[in-house]
Each structure stands twice: as structure tokens, then as C-alpha cells.
């Protein structure tokens, strides 16, 4: 067994440093696209520059008898593709696939000076990102690569979310996590067929008023990811690295998709999947914080001062942990504001009109 000491070491020699810190780049939304439907490959060069990952899935929605044609196309399109500040991801196939050990191969030596991030699909443990690492990083040497191609685990399976704090510190390259509702619910038989989202028989009822049972009780559908969404905020922060929400199957419901990707948004998710062009559009705006939000983060941090003591604003009570709270915020609004020229302005003009009424 390598010393804890070695953690920091490349795995191969001749393979790029490993990271200590995973950089915070705009990750609001994932776009999934398929590189061997040529309608959606012919899209992938304006997408790119409307969202902050692009990501050429070659895992499930790609069809069997399509697996080659869409490592091929993914080939194509990144040589082809300036992909500015957008970053370019990859979803190969499951590791006890047949294609993995070509995706893996093909990717890392052609295009490895292009690709951002390896999602590695049904992770179980952290065996199954030693695995990956070892391997890109003799690959990485093979394609003499200056830079380390970081890897994100896709949280699908009751193992996986039972092991999810080892799968989040199992190695330098380990860049974030999603929540794959599909192949969770499967692994863990729970009764849903939905890609993501609540379901109505999943809910809370109101207590009777008196004898009667049936009347008058209110019921309120509950969140069927809030446990696992917590715990994978929880294990990536406290490893130095990215929680996501992953996809939102019912394409048509953009209410419910803007209320999931809400709900992740706010127990600390950086961003969600989309699937389809309309969904860009829904990640973008929520995991944005609202200008009014950013312009009170900004003046409480002002009246803040060194961060320390309390200070009333509006009424309500402030002082270091709030005070860190809004620099939550307030860094990633700066973040997002570095990339989004439209964005900058919004939160400027709303910090110039809270400030001028102090
Ligand atoms: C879901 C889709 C199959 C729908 O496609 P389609 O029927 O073609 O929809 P539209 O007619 O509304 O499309 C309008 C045009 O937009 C193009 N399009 C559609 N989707 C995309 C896209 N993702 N990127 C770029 N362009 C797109 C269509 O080609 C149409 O073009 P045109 O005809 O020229 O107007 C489709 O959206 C799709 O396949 N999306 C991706 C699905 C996917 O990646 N699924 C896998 C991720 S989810 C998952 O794996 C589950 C997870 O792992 C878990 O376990 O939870
Ligand atoms: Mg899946």
C-alpha cells in the first residue's frame, strides 16, 4: 500500500502532477449530448458557448450498436471544436462494460489535451476510482500530457451512496459528484419509474380534526432525494471537491425541473444536467443567485467590516457565520459575474441601489 504521504504523487511515470485543489470554474449545468446523432453533434459548437460544461455522453441513451460511432464523433468534435472557457467532459461506459477499457484508451491519448473531466458512471467504492486513476494516468504519460484530466463518480448505486465519503477522498483527481435518480432508484428498488423529481404517493398528511379520517387532511409530497443530495453535499465539501444534481427526465415539466434543480441549488449543489436545450436555460437561472440576493451578501460583508462582532441590518441579526454565509454567495456571483458579462451588471446595479439606501 502506498504511505498516505504518496497521495499527491503521480501514478505513473511521466504522468502530469495531480491537483491539490480542485479549481472552482462556472458548473451551473452539464449538457448532455449523444456525438453519434449528427443533428445533435451539428449543435455542440454554438451550444458550447451558452453553457458551462458540455459533456459527450457515451454511457446509457446511446444505443449498443452506436457505442464506437459516438466515441468516434466525441473524437471528431473536440479536435474540430474551440471550446473557449467551456469545459469539455466525457460519460464512458459503466467499468464492467465492454467498451470502457476503448473509451478510456481512445479519449486519454486523442483528445486528453481537451478533455476536462472522465465521468465514470455506477461507482461502487473507491476500488472503482483506483481503478480509473491508474489507468489515466498511464495514459496521460502515454499521450505526454502536461495537465491531469480530472474524474467526477456518478452516485447510482446503494454502494455507492453507502461508501460515497471514501469515494469522495479517494484520490487527488476526484473533481465532484452527481446523483443519478435513475439507476439509484433501480439499485435500490425503490418503487419509482421517474427520472428525478418528487412522487405524489410519497408525501406527508395532516393530522384528522376529530373522528373523521377522511376528511379535510391536507397532504404534501416530500423530496425523495433529499437524504442522498445531503449526504453527497456533505462528503464532497468535506473533501475539497463539486456536488451536482444530475438529470431531469420529464423534459416538458419545466416547473418540477426548475424546483429540483432549486432544491439542490440550495443545499449547496453547484449545478444540474441538462438534457435536453431547454433545460440550459433552467440551470442557468437558479443556480445563479439572484441579484437582490448578491446585493445583500455583498452589504452585509460591507457592514461586516473584519467579519467579526454583530451588527443589526433590516432587523435581522448578523455576525460571523451569517457574515460567512454571504461569502458563499458573493464568491460565486464574482465567479459567475468573470463569464457572464449580463450577469456582472445585474449584480452591480442591484449593489448600488441596496447600498444607496444605507
Ligand atoms: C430526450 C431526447 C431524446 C429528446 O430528443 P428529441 O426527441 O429530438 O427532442 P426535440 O424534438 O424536442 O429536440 C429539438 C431539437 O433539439 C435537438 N436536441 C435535443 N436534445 C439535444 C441535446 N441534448 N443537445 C443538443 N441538441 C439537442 C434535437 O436534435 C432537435 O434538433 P432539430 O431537429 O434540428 O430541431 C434528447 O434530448 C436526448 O437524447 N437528450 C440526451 C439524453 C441523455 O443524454 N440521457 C442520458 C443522461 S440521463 C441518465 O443517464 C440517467 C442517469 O444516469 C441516472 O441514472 O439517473
Ligand atoms: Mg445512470
Given at each position: 500500500?502506498?504511505?498516505?504521504?504518496?497521495?499527491f504523487?503521480?501514478?505513473?511515470?511521466?504522468?502530469?502532477?495531480?491537483?491539490?485543489?480542485?479549481?472552482?470554474?462556472?458548473?451551473r449545468?452539464?449538457?448532455?449530448?449523444?456525438?453519434?446523432n449528427?443533428?445533435m453533434?451539428a449543435?455542440?459548437?454554438?451550444?458550447?458557448?451558452?453553457?458551462?460544461?458540455?459533456?459527450?455522453?457515451?454511457?446509457?441513451?446511446?444505443?449498443?450498436?452506436?457505442?464506437v460511432?459516438?466515441?468516434?464523433?466525441?473524437?471528431?468534435?473536440?479536435?474540430?471544436?474551440?471550446?473557449g472557457?467551456?469545459?469539455?467532459?466525457?460519460?464512458?461506459?459503466?467499468?464492467?462494460?465492454?467498451?470502457?477499457?476503448?473509451?478510456?484508451?481512445?479519449?486519454?491519448?486523442?483528445?486528453?489535451?481537451?478533455?476536462?473531466?472522465?465521468?465514470?458512471?455506477?461507482?461502487?467504492?473507491?476500488?472503482?476510482?483506483?481503478?480509473?486513476?491508474?489507468?489515466?494516468?498511464?495514459?496521460?504519460?502515454?499521450?505526454?500530457?502536461?495537465?491531469?484530466?480530472?474524474?467526477?463518480?456518478?452516485?447510482?448505486?446503494?454502494?455507492?451512496?453507502?461508501?460515497?465519503?471514501?469515494?469522495?477522498?479517494?484520490?487527488?483527481?476526484?473533481?465532484?459528484?452527481?446523483?443519478?435518480?435513475?439507476?439509484?432508484?433501480?439499485?435500490?428498488?425503490?418503487?419509482?419509474?421517474?427520472v428525478?423529481?418528487g412522487?405524489?404517493?410519497?408525501?406527508?398528511?395532516?393530522?384528522?380534526?376529530?373522528?373523521d379520517l377522511s376528511?379535510?387532511?391536507?397532504?404534501?409530497?416530500?423530496?425523495?432525494?433529499?437524504?442522498?443530495?445531503?449526504?453527497?453535499?456533505?462528503?464532497?465539501?468535506?473533501?475539497?471537491?463539486?456536488?451536482?444534481?444530475?438529470?431531469?427526465?420529464?423534459?416538458?415539466?419545466?416547473?418540477?425541473?426548475?424546483?429540483?434543480?432549486r432544491?439542490?441549488y440550495?443545499?449547496?449543489?453547484?449545478?444540474?444536467?441538462?438534457?435536453?436545450?431547454v433545460q440550459?436555460?433552467?440551470a442557468k437561472k437558479?443556480?445563479?443567485?439572484?441579484?437582490?440576493?448578491?446585493?445583500?451578501?455583498?452589504?452585509?460583508?460591507?457592514a461586516?467590516?473584519?467579519?467579526?462582532?454583530?451588527?443589526?441590518?433590516?432587523?435581522?441579526?448578523?455576525?460571523?457565520?451569517?457574515?460567512?454565509?454571504?461569502?458563499v454567495?458573493?464568491?460565486?456571483?464574482?465567479?459567475l459575474?468573470?463569464?457572464?458579462?449580463?450577469?456582472?451588471?445585474?449584480?452591480?446595479?442591484?449593489?448600488?441601489?441596496?447600498?444607496?439606501?444605507?
Amino acid at each position: 500500500m502506498r504511505s498516505p504521504k504518496d497521495f499527491f504523487k503521480p501514478l505513473a511515470i511521466g504522468a502530469p502532477q495531480p491537483v491539490r485543489e480542485i479549481p472552482f470554474r462556472p458548473s451551473r449545468m452539464i449538457h448532455f449530448f449523444d456525438p453519434s446523432n449528427p443533428k445533435m453533434a451539428a449543435k455542440v459548437p454554438d451550444i458550447a458557448k451558452g453553457v458551462d460544461i458540455i459533456l459527450g455522453n457515451l454511457e446509457d441513451a446511446i444505443q449498443a450498436d452506436r457505442k464506437v460511432a459516438a466515441r468516434q464523433g466525441l473524437v471528431d468534435i473536440a479536435k474540430a471544436t474551440d471550446f473557449g472557457a467551456t469545459q469539455l467532459w466525457t460519460r464512458i461506459n459503466s467499468l464492467d462494460s465492454p467498451w470502457v477499457l476503448d473509451d478510456l484508451t481512445t479519449l486519454v491519448t486523442e483528445i486528453g489535451d481537451k478533455l476536462d473531466v472522465i465521468m465514470v458512471p455506477k461507482v461502487e467504492g473507491p476500488e472503482d476510482i483506483h481503478y480509473v486513476d491508474r489507468l489515466i494516468a498511464q495514459l496521460e504519460a502515454r499521450a505526454k500530457l502536461e495537465r491531469p484530466i480530472l474524474v467526477h463518480a456518478l452516485l447510482e448505486t446503494a454502494s455507492g451512496v453507502r461508501r460515497v465519503e471514501e469515494i469522495a477522498a479517494a484520490s487527488p483527481r476526484m473533481q465532484g459528484i452527481s446523483l443519478g435518480p435513475a439507476d439509484l432508484a433501480a439499485s435500490r428498488r425503490m418503487k419509482t419509474t421517474r427520472v428525478g423529481g418528487g412522487h405524489p404517493g410519497y408525501l406527508v398528511r395532516t393530522d384528522p380534526v376529530g373522528d373523521d379520517l377522511s376528511e379535510g387532511r391536507q397532504t404534501y409530497q416530500q423530496d425523495l432525494w433529499h437524504y442522498t443530495v445531503s449526504r453527497m453535499v456533505d462528503a464532497c465539501v468535506s473533501n475539497g471537491i463539486l456536488p451536482f444534481y444530475g438529470p431531469f427526465g420529464d423534459i416538458r415539466d419545466t416547473v418540477a425541473c426548475e424546483d429540483q434543480f432549486r432544491n439542490a441549488y440550495l443545499l449547496g449543489c453547484v449545478g444540474a444536467w441538462s438534457l435536453h436545450p431547454v433545460q440550459i436555460a433552467i440551470a442557468k437561472k437558479v443556480f445563479s443567485p439572484e441579484p437582490s440576493e448578491v446585493a445583500w451578501a455583498r452589504r452585509v460583508i460591507k457592514a461586516m467590516g473584519d467579519g467579526t462582532g454583530a451588527v443589526m441590518i433590516d432587523g435581522k441579526m448578523q455576525d460571523d457565520a451569517t457574515y460567512k454565509q454571504c461569502l458563499v454567495v458573493a464568491e460565486l456571483a464574482d465567479a459567475l459575474a468573470d463569464r457572464d458579462p449580463e450577469l456582472a451588471s445585474a449584480y452591480d446595479k442591484a449593489t448600488e441601489e441596496a447600498l444607496a439606501n444605507d
